[in-house]
Nanobody, 113 residues
Framework: QVQLVESGGGLVQPGGSLRLSCAASGSIFSVNNMGWFRQAPGKTREWVATINSGGSTAYTESVKGRFSISRDNAKNTMYLQMNSLKPEDTAVYYC???????WGQGTQVTVSS
């Protein structure tokens, strides 16, 4: 069983950067396809980015060129580097082990001046 814990959220000004981490327990992290999702107040949860076990990535259109997803299988950790942040990026960010349908608890990202 994989358990996920996100960290790295916080308050940042528009144009700033944050790096989110998703630490996984369990030795099967390396074979899991992983993803980041987010949920803004009053909105449904939306997909942000995906990285498969081989390292291939995909992004939703609104974050292309600004966000970068990566993983370190030796550390059982996935990352989301977020640059050029905008107020509309404000949300709770969740990581998910796609292969097993397991969610983390979420981390708040607030972009505001």
């Amino acid at each position: 069983q994989v358990q996920l814990v996100e960290s790295g959220g916080g308050l940042v000004q528009p144009g700033g950067s944050l790096r989110l981490s998703c630490a996984a327990s369990g030795s099967i992290f390396s074979v899991n396809n992983m993803g980041w999702f987010r949920q803004a107040p009053g909105k449904t949860r939306e997909w942000v980015a995906t990285i498969n076990s081989g390292g291939s990535t995909a992004y939703t259109e609104s974050v292309k060129g600004r966000f970068s997803i990566s993983r370190d299988n030796a550390k059982n950790t996935m990352y989301l580097q977020m640059n050029s942040l905008k107020p509309e990026d404000t949300a709770v960010y969740y990581c998910k082990a796609l292969t097993y349908g397991i969610w983390g608890q979420g981390t708040q990202v607030t972009v505001s001046s």
